[in-house]
């Protein structure tokens, strides 16, 4: 979770402690395969099929996110303008968009796997008091900057999260991305570029991360590495990272993504970052763009390194793509471990309500059929994106599903507390 100009080798602090537990997809699955044999099966199928077609990916919502910018300042140069947040602000939304300038150096082999991530992040307009705001917080604080002390258990610039330690209190993290600029210190192991944790329950970080605290959920930026038009963007002596996507890598965090070499130290090719469209990777590019490396051997179809993704460590004009299954992951944790986030975006499945819809037949093939008196019916994915609609003048209905592909769906009728389930097989 960090992006660090690495000098010597350390272990994270908050990675060398921790139990394992369970995350919440894996309780999800289990759950669905306890009532429903095979459904495990089906619905990775699902995933891992679904996901990168663009028949199911256009129906998707594209999410709307609102941000805060906490600059936390001491000297008033490191108090950036509100330009270098709007310039930041751009460089996110296109990296998630995949409106990037530079999406066309994404190498041929790797143009299938590129996607838009449907997610976009706009200023907040509104403080949690209710009060009109620009989504830019500017703090001045008497502390010289904050650091990240790497021998000790507690993560120790997260005291820029709090105003009793020199920093901001968060505003509600289940309804803000809370983003704390500010001066970090380097210590002696390199200067950090930015960190964030990722959501609970965050299925890539199963049992290294169990558990994060609302009041200290969000990302953390070194005041020089935000937006690309930053007067103190040379103060760190590193030119590289002065394009701003040191925010796009730690928001792939936030949003439950791990590195894409899978953070190995020893045996690198053995660790993954449990996305299975990225190719496997020995270590960290270490900021050097070599599109000739190819440092692991993968199964099916030995792929180079992919240096150009977002969730590597590279230069800021090497950085172009995300893959179809990092965004994948990305959607799940937005819609399952940030809901608040998106409120009102999506629909959400009512637990109780499920299968109380009779749907036939079942497994279905290419229509499916109900009875009912609603007005509106609609088919939804397995996390609850709606996929069609049709009007209903009530008896039985029938609805076509043929260009949808194999897996687990739900029926949802307007109106009426009633969903059903249903499985297209073929
Ligand atoms: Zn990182």
Not at 266 to 283: K, L
Not at 398 to 407: D, F, Q, R, T
């Amino acid at each position: 979770m960090i992006r660090i100009l690495p000098l010597v080798f350390f272990v994270l602090p908050f990675l060398s402690f921790g139990q394992l537990e369970h995350c919440g997809f894996d309780l999800y699955l289990q759950r669905q395969e306890a009532r429903n044999p095979g459904f495990k099966d089906q619905f990775l199928s699902f995933w891992n099929h679904a996901q990168p077609s663009a028949s199911v990916n256009n129906r998707n919502t594209v999410y709307e996110i609102p941000v805060v910018f906490h600059m936390v300042y001491n000297a008033d140069d490191q108090n950036l303008s509100d330009d270098v947040f709007l310039s930041q602000l751009e460089i996110l939304n296109a990296d998630f968009r995949r409106t990037n300038a530079n999406a066309v150096n994404t190498r041929e082999i790797f143009l299938p796997l590129a996607a838009d991530a449907e997610i976009e992040f706009v200023l907040a307009t509104v403080d949690p008091d209710g009060n009109p705001t620009t989504g830019i917080n500017h703090v001045q604080t008497d502390r010289n900057g904050f650091e990240l002390d790497i021998f000790g258990v507690e993560n120790t610039l997260d005291e820029v999260k709090f105003s009793a330690t020199g920093g901001v209190d968060a505003w509600d993290t289940q309804r803000y991305v809370n983003i704390w600029v500010c001066n970090i210190l380097d210590t002696g192991f390199g200067q950090l570029f930015g960190l964030a944790y990722p959501p609970t329950g965050a299925p890539t970080f199963a049992g290294l991360i169990d558990t994060v605290e609302d009041d200290v959920a969000g990302v953390i930026l070194h005041y020089t590495v935000v937006g690309d038009n930053n007067p103190t963007a040379d103060d760190d002596g590193i030119v590289f990272n002065n394009n701003g996507r040191t925010l796009t890598h730690e928001m792939g965090h936030y949003l439950g993504l791990r590195h894409i070499w899978g953070d190995g130290f020893f045996n690198g090719c053995a660790a993954d970052d449990g996305i299975s469209d990225t190719p496997n990777q020995d270590q960290a590019s270490n900021y050097n763009c070599n599109f000739a490396n190819n440092t692991c051997t993968d199964a099916a179809d030995d792929m180079p390194d992919m240096v150009e993704n977002y969730m590597d460590y590279n230069e800021d004009d090497c950085y172009n793509m995300f893959t179809a299954e990092q965004v994948a992951m990305m959607r799940f944790c937005l819609e399952e471990l940030r809901p608040e986030l998106i409120e009102g975006q999506f629909v959400a499945i009512d637990e109780q309500a499920a299968s109380t819809l009779s749907v036939f037949p079942n497994p279905a093939n290419d229509m499916v059929s109900t009875v009912c008196k609603a007005q509106m019916v609609e088919v939804l994915d397995a996390r609850g994106r709606v996929l069609k609609r049709q009007a209903h003048g009530g008896g039985k209905l029938s609805i076509n599903v043929a260009e949808l592909p194999v897996g687990f769906y739900l029926l949802s009728l307007q109106g009426e507390s009633k969903i059903g389930k249903f499985v297209i097989q073929r």
